[in-house]
Nanobody, 113 residues
Framework: QVQLVESGGGLVQAGGSLRLSCQASGSIFSINNMDWYRQAPGQQRELVAATRGPITNYADSVKGRFTASRVNAKNTLYLQMNSLKPEDTAVYYC????????WGQGSQVTVSS
């Protein structure tokens, strides 16, 4: 069983950067699929980045600004977020799957204008 603990969220001004981390309690080497989602108040959960093996696809709204990565040796996933906008404000979730499904607890990101 893998547990994911997120960190790195917070309050930042528009144009700033944050890096979210998602630390796994066990090895993630064999789990190939990695996603980052976000959910803003009153809205549905949105897929922000989806990694399948060596390829990552990004939502149009974050393309060119966000970068998803992982360091297997550290059992950690990352989401680097640059040029943040107020509309990026949401709770962000990491998700690993295949085999099994594992979710982080969520990390609040607030971008002020």
């Amino acid at each position: 069983q893998v547990q994911l603990v997120e960190s790195g969220g917070g309050l930042v001004q528009a144009g700033g950067s944050l890096r979210l981390s998602c630390q796994a309690s066990g090895s993630i080497f064999s789990i190939n699929n990695m996603d980052w989602y976000r959910q803003a108040p009153g809205q549905q959960r949105e897929l922000v980045a989806a990694t399948r093996g060596p390829i990552t696809n990004y939502a149009d709204s974050v393309k060119g600004r966000f970068t998803a990565s992982r360091v297997n040796a550290k059992n950690t996933l990352y989401l680097q977020m640059n040029s943040l906008k107020p509309e990026d404000t949401a709770v962000y979730y990491c998700h690993l799957w295949g085999p099994g499904h594992y979710w982080g607890q969520g990390s609040q990101v607030t971008v002020s204008s």
